[in-house]
């Protein structure tokens, strides 16, 4: 176990908390009241929601977060609280500052409650599983460059995993994994096999792909769903059986317009290497010495037999002088990183017309030079009653995002750099280009500046909507959206004249380009009706949707540029150049009945009947289906002893669902390229797209979902637990097949799989008082799975260690099982499946070192709010699963190239006959296959944030200015972990997620 | 009333439906279905080219088999792992050589062409031709690669024997799980498929010009070919009777020697009877990489193979064999008006002179005389000192060893006559290749164990 606090940090948040907790003045005759205005039955906030002076027309409305704040009041004055579909509440303000009200709906659970034509109520809420991230996180959270940063912990079976280079998407699971892990080819990152396993992204309707995550701007995020049981995604057919993750942007506030602007600035200083120090100059000379490393310093300034008297004596001062020269690479090559995030929104609308406007700049630098992020983004969203029966809703928005990094990064080449080398040196002993593949400049600062990748990236979006009230209970909606989007790629290596000179195509400098764009468009028709007579109510939906996505890409490579012209316009003439053009159609029909009895017994049926192009005519066609249930117990008579609930609703459900993800076209059947540029004596060539399986089917999954909904103590407290079976046949992965094939692997379905587990969620309102409230909210969840079928087969291997076998979870360690080192010739020793020692090039792989997803994640949520202050922290956490310890395996095979490894490495080493050490000798140690020794428990408790907000508007008594909020924060502080790695969150070589602080101003007028 | 609307329903519903079908009906616009791809003759030939393409790159793995010869005395680890493993015939530890699937690759793209065959129309006579002369090309090709895989990873086959477990016989492009086939039936399809593709050249009126004809897989190379798995599976008859249609072309004197590897059109050189077109001049393929096998790997040649040229042989010259430098066979060395080597020369796959060895070894029982004849016309074009008395094998694979070093075949030379001849490899850590030792067999990789239900 270690723990890594920042003593300094914590000093300095402590400061500035005091800096701001004055106590609010209590004895004033007028007083500010505020608040959060909530459903009182799922504990949702509430937005738009009124606050009036009762018997006036003075008021406020409650802003994204549900938050209002009323001045100017006696401890007399009455406040009315209402909001369409609920029942308004009067309370007498008396003296206190904080009023927080729960309001009932006056609705029944089908009924609709319209805003702009839009319901307001989430009817899949009833029976299914449908989780919210609220307002608050996109806009209190972290700046992020990509807004799924900001999902980690929210809830309970959402699984993120942050790369925390700038702008890059994360890997983002639902309740469990259905793909394999494995290792790129350079063992460095861990590749999913496909990608077949994403849950599918709705940005107001419209699919969108996780590249263009990066051009959403967080802050205008109103909501995020996360539909997870298997009805809720039924009206996604076809694309929801690995769950679906809808995004919903602000729309306007009806009332006054607020005009908010809003700047953070953000430091990240370098950060280290988490659990890792690197070997010092003094232990690594002794090394070199002691292997007889022939490049290193410390075995050429070792005293040979036959050297003159004065030879030695300059040999031996040059050591001494080395020892004492300790460079930290990674200081020299890293910068301290500024991030800026400037955001501009105006909200309002009035009687039948609402808007919201914005735009945001954020920049972000990465942890050196090359590495950094931009954004800009913009949007109008406007919605209008044309009359009492007809609504049009539109929103835009273009979102352009230019990412740049090195394709080397500090974290990759401090391991080559010696400890005794500055930055001054010339020659770098473990750096030599002409020998080293991996290696294209022997100065470390050349590998970095030289060899870049930078990607630009526009989305336009634009959607309009209509909603018709034909005639009472019936329904007509239309929505059309069409979203574009284009990319462009550019990699640039510059040309190395001494690695040219020896003959190494490497040495030419290439430069490579692609730019791809696609044009996705989206009808939707539907129709809708409720009813409600006595103690029923029904509401029927139906329509249809088509989604046609078109893609064209173009590429080219040119290997040999001029260092003379920009880099990126030296083409050379023999450049070659690839073409893409895709179209897919996918076309949906859906229904939905519900039927409730007395609000007590929901009854949901739901069907999507999906045809996609992309599969061979006669499979196009699959059903999706759910059907679920629920029981409002506490509704029941005899329930009432139990009062302490406010809601005990019991609901299940089961749903079929589908999944197309890596399907393509020219995976079905033979196709040929007669694109390729390539050419044999002068004629062009033709050949296989790739390799096909005639079989492919849609994988599917079947979900049986079990909850308990409840809210406890007049609603203090809302929670959710939660099991769930999921089923997934004709599991899709990417999967090896024989080589003599002439193919390595190949898309197939290769059997069934189940994951299961369960889930709680629990917030709760803690402590509140007049003045304080202490709100906790936490999630947990528990996910295991298990192959139950591999078609004909009992075990599956993929690549050097994918393993998938009956009875076993998906993801398993399979790795070589470490016994040792020889104490007689150093040299590595394994266990066979008997447990005999054996050798290393005849051990045989095996599981049972644990597995690679943790079966336990989630986040705990604390946040404190007293007058105008507000502290809040999250910490997130997973435990039970193992990481490959990629860093210290690497550093250890490379030590005889002259790397350097972590501290201490020379006391590890087997050196002579007799020596009993953990490590062999390191010429014995070259294999790249993967060994139970660098399989560590990566269990892990983070404090992922501490973010302070203060109100000075009161302060300030700025005229006009609704509020002026100033936050501090801090991301990555802590982690508790007994991973010896570089972070438990960070698979392969890289750096810990960077710590970083944040001040801002928020201000409101 | 109600029936008429539902069935106005049904109708709007069966409508939707089929109109669906029909806006689902997308074929992909920027790929070519086989029926299409292979309507004419031109794109027959086209697939063809990818194969030669793809055979440019043979030269960086099958010469990786060298190392696990005697022709080297150490390797090693470092850079290229691969070949230090295999020097050591650790054929387990990672990264394991690229063979298998490189030649089943090989394979895949040969069935392509013979898989097709009906599709491709003939609409004239010279179509026809063209037709047959492609597809007879991709059938000797595809016997090629299997004798690859069958040599490397299969027990030897002498003609006595067969039932042993050999290889996938992967006939199909399509996806199967082969269960290997035995041996003996592998080198009967290699057999039959060289014939039928004589057959099929010899039928066509279609010769090539002279410039291409190297680069082509046509009757010559099919026939040395045939000498050359007819010697490897000890059918000297057959070996001889095709080795007998080369002996009369003469070689280069022993003064233009280098002109053999530099000059391949040159007028006097006809020593080439198949070879792929480098790819390095057209910023399409790396050089070879010479760093890993000679300065990485720190490979050093073994001093008998040195020793046994004797002084004038031209072969000897340290630019064919050198301890530290790629011999010229592959490489434009470095001359006085360029520091550095930069170019790989075409690749020379099969040469007359080994059909001359061939022919020597396969008439040495019935003919020693002939043997000798022969193999002293290629001594002398070498510059070697010419035999005085009637070779005995081991003088002949000892020939075969300095002609045909650093060209992938003296493992399979081994794997053949090392128990006959009593030969035994040892290495620097004192692992030991005895005659007919299982290491003579390649551990059938990861690649295809991993997957295949039949292996394991």
């Known amino acids: 176990m270690k723990i890594s606090p920042t003593r300094s940090v914590l000093k300095w948040l402590v400061v500035v908390v005091l800096c701001f907790f004055k106590p609010v003045a209590q004895a004033q005759i007028q007083q500010t009241v505020e608040g959060i205005i909530t459903d009182a039955k799922t504990g949702e906030s509430l937005i738009g929601a009124t606050v009036l002076l009762k018997n006036t027309s003075s008021g406020v409305i409650t802003n994204y977060e549900g938050h209002y704040s009323f001045g100017g009041l006696l401890p007399e004055s009455t406040l009315v609280f209402a909001y369409i579909g609920y029942e308004s509440q009067e309370l007498v303000v008396g003296n206190r500052t904080l009023i927080d009200v729960q309001l009932k709906p006056v609705s029944q659970d089908l009924e609709a409650v319209v805003v702009f034509g839009e319901n307001m109520k989430d009817v899949r809420t009833l029976t299914g599983s449908v989780g919210k991230i609220d307002t608050k996180v996109f806009s209190a959270g972290s700046p992020a460059g990509s807004f799924d940063q900001l999902l980690q912990g929210q809830i309970a079976g959402l699984s993120i995993t942050t790369s925390g280079e700038p702008g890059e998407a994360s890997t983002i699971r639902i309740r469990g994994n259905n793909s394999l892990g494995i290792r790129s080819k350079d063992d460095v990152e861990l590749v999913s096999a496909n990608r077949a396993n994403e849950p599918l992204y709705i940005l107001n309707g419209t699919p969108i792909s996780s590249e263009v995550f990066n051009t959403i701007n967080p802050d205008d995020i109103v909501d995020v769903r996360v539909l997870k049981d298997g009805l809720s995604t039924v009206e996604y057919g076809t694309r929801g059986a690995n769950g679906v993750i809808e995004i919903k942007t602000k729309r306007g506030i009806v009332g006054q317009t607020q005009y908010n602007v809003r700047y953070q600035h953000t430091m990240k200083p370098i950060s280290g290497l988490g659990g890792i120090s690197l070997m010092q100059s003094a232990e690594k000379l002794a090394m070199e010495r002691e292997l007889g490393i022939v490049t290193g310093l410390g075995y050429i300034y070792t005293p040979k037999p036959g050297d003159s008297e004065e030879e030695i004596f300059i040999k031996n001062k040059r050591y001494k002088d080395l020892e004492g020269v300790n460079t930290n690479w990674l200081k020299e090559l890293s910068r301290i990183a500024q991030v800026k995030d400037l955001q501009l929104s105006i909200s309002g609308g009035a009687d039948d017309t609402r808007y919201y406007v914005s735009t945001n700049y954020y920049n972000e630098e990465g942890g050196y030079n090359n590495s950094w992020a931009d954004r800009f983004t913009t949007r109008f969203n406007l919605d209008h009653n044309l009359n009492e029966a007809v609504a049009i809703g539109f929103d835009s928005s273009v979102g352009r995002s230019k990412t740049s990094k090195s394709n080397t990064s500090p974290a990759g080449l401090i391991y080559t750099l010696q400890p005794y080398e500055t930055a001054a040196s010339e020659s770098f002993i473990a750096r030599d280009p002409i020998t080293n593949g991996s290696h294209y400049f022997v100065n470390p600062f050349d590998d970095l500046y030289n060899r870049y990748a930078e990607k630009t990236a526009w989305r336009v979006d634009l959607n309009t909507r209509l909603n018709w009230i034909i005639s009472d209970g019936f329904n007509a909606n239309a929505a059309l959206g069409m979203t574009y989007t284009d990319s462009e790629n550019s990699n640039v290596n510059l040309p190395n004249q001494v690695v040219e000179d020896a003959g190494l195509q490497k040495g030419k400098g290439s430069f490579a380009k692609s730019e791809s764009k696609s044009l996705s468009s989206r009808v939707n028709l539907g129709l809708d009706y409720r009813k409600h007579f006595n103690n029923h109510a029904i509401s029927l939906s139906g329509g249809a949707e088509y989604i046609e996505t078109q893609s064209w890409g173009f590429g080219f490579n040119s290997i040999g540029i001029s260092d003379k012209v920009d880099p990126e316009i030296g083409a050379n003439p023999n450049a070659t150049i690839a073409t893409s053009k895709f179209r897919d159609v996918l076309m949906g029909l859906y229904a939905r009945a519900n039927y409730n009895f007395k609000s007590r017994y929901n009854f949901t049926g739901s069907f999507r009947y999906d045809g996609s192009s992309i599969l061979p005519a006669s499979r196009q066609f699959v059903p999706a289906w759910g059907l679920g249930a629920a029981w409002n117990m506490q509704r029941e008579e005899w329930f009432q002893p139990m009062a302490v609930f406010d809601q005990f609703k019991i609901r299940a459900s089961y749903g079929v669902n589908y999944n197309s993800g890596g399907i393509r076209q020219t995976l079905g059947m033979p196709f040929y390229d007669f694109t390729n540029s390539d050419t044999y004596l002068g004629d062009r060539v033709i050949n296989l797209v790739e390799f096909w399986n005639p079989d492919l089917r849609f994988e599917r999954a079947r979900q049986w979902s079990l909850a308990l909904d409840f809210g406890m103590l007049n609603h203090r407290i809302y929670g959710t637990l939660e099991g769930y079976i999921k089923n997934t046949d004709d599991l899709l992965a990417t999967v090896d097949i024989p080589a003599s094939n002439g193919y390595g692997d190949l898309l197939r379905n290769i059997g069934k799989l189940q994951n299961k587990g369960f889930e709680l969620q629990v917030s709760a309102v803690t402590i509140r008082t007049d003045d304080f409230r202490w709100t906790t909210s936490l999630n947990f969840a528990y996910n295991i799975n298990q192959i139950t079928d591999l078609y004909m087969q009992d075990e599956i291997k993929v690549g050097s260690e994918g393993y998938y076998k009956v009875g076993e979870a998906i993801n398993s360690a399979y790795v070589k099982h470490w016994a040792g080192v020889n104490p007689v010739n150093g040299m590595p020793l394994y266990y066979d499946e008997n447990k005999n020692l054996v050798g290393g090039g005849v051990a045989p792989q095996m599981i049972g070192f644990g597995t690679y997803d943790h079966p336990i994640t989630g986040g705990f949520t604390n946040i404190f709010n007293y007058g105008h202050f507000e502290l809040s922290t999250l910490f997130t956490y997973a435990w039970g699963g193992v990481a490959y310890n990629q860093l210290k395996a690497q550093m250890i095979r490379n030590v005889k190239n002259g790397e350097v490894p972590y501290e201490g490495f020379l006391d590890d080493i087997w050196l002579s006959p007799g020596d009993v050490k953990p490590l062999p000798y390191p010429k014995f140690f070259s294999d790249t296959s993967v060994n139970s020794l660098f399989v560590e428990n990566a269990s892990y408790i983070r404090l992922k944030n501490i973010i302070v907000r203060y109100n000075l508007g009161e302060h300030l008594k700025l005229k006009g200015i609704a509020s002026f909020k100033v936050t501090a924060q801090a991301n990555n502080l802590l982690t508790i972990t007994g991973y010896e790695g570089i972070d438990p969150e960070v698979t392969g070589v890289g750096q810990p997620l960077p710590r970083s602080f944040t001040l801002g101003v928020d201000v409101t007028f | ?456």
Not at chain 2, 298 to 318: E, G, M, P, T
Request: hydrophobic share 40%; aromatic share 12%; net charge negative.
């Open chain 2, 1 to 456: 009333m109600k029936s008429i609307i539902s069935s106005i329903k049904i109708a709007a519903l069966g409508f939707f439906v089929l109109s669906s079908c029909e806006l689902l009906d997308v074929k992909p616009d920027h790929v070519v279905p086989e029926e299409i791809a292979f309507n004419d003759v031109e794109s027959y030939q086209m697939a063809l080219n990818y194969v030669y393409r793809n055979l440019t790159s043979s030269v960086n793995n099958m010469q990786c088999t060298d190392f696990a010869s005697d022709d080297f005395q150490g390797v090693i680890p470092g850079y290229a792992p691969t070949n230090y493993y295999l020097h050591y015939w650790d054929y387990q530890s990672q990264p394991q050589p690229y063979v298998w699937g490189y030649q089943y690759k090989l394979i895949a793209n040969e069935n392509v062409l013979i898989n097709n065959y009906d599709l491709v129309p003939v609409g004239s006579e010279y179509d026809a031709q063209m037709k047959d002369y492609i597809y007879a090309q991709a059938l000797a090709l595809r016997s090629w690669s299997l004798f690859n895989v069958a040599q490397l990873y299969a027990p030897r086959y002498d003609g006595s024997n067969g039932n042993e477990v050999g290889i996938p016989l992967k006939l199909n492009l399509a996806l199967e799980y082969l269960a290997p086939a035995p041996i003996g039936k592998v080198y009967q399809q290699i057999f039959d498929d060289l014939d039928k593709a004589e057959r099929l050249m010899l039928a066509t009126g279609h010769r090539p010009s002279l410039y291409d004809k190297p680069y082509q897989f046509n009757i010559d190379a099919i026939r040395a070919l045939r000498a050359r798995v007819a010697l490897f599976t000890g059918n000297y008859d057959l070996a001889g009777q095709a080795a007998a249609h080369f002996i009369d072309v003469p070689l280069l004197d022993k003064e233009q020697y280098p002109m053999l590897w530099q000059d391949e059109f040159g007028s006097e050189n006809q020593e080439i009877i198949f070879m792929t077109h480098d790819l390095s001049d057209t910023d399409d393929a790396d050089l070879i990489d010479y760093h890993e096998i000679y300065e990485s790997n720190n490979a050093i040649l073994h001093n008998d193979l040195l020793a046994a040229f004797s002084a004038d042989d031209v072969r000897k010259q340290s630019a064919f064999i050198d301890a530290k430098n790629m011999p010229a066979k592959y490489i434009i060395a470095a001359a006085d008006n360029k520091g550095q080597a930069d170019r790989n020369l075409h690749y020379k796959h099969f040469r007359v002179a080994e059909q001359y060895l061939i022919y020597a070894e396969a008439v040495l029982d019935s003919n020693p005389q002939e043997a000798m004849r022969v193999l002293n016309i290629l001594r002398e074009k070498r510059g070697a000192e010419l035999l005085s008395a009637v070779p005995d094998k081991a003088e002949v694979l000892e020939e075969r060893r300095k002609e045909l070093f650093a060209e992938g075949l003296r493992f399979y030379d081994l794997k053949r006559l090392s128990h006959e001849l009593n030969i035994v490899v040892q290495r620097a850590n004192g692992a030991v290749l005895v005659p007919n030792s299982p290491l003579y067999n390649w551990a059938v990789p990861r690649e295809e164990t991993n997957s295949n239900p039949n292996y394991n």
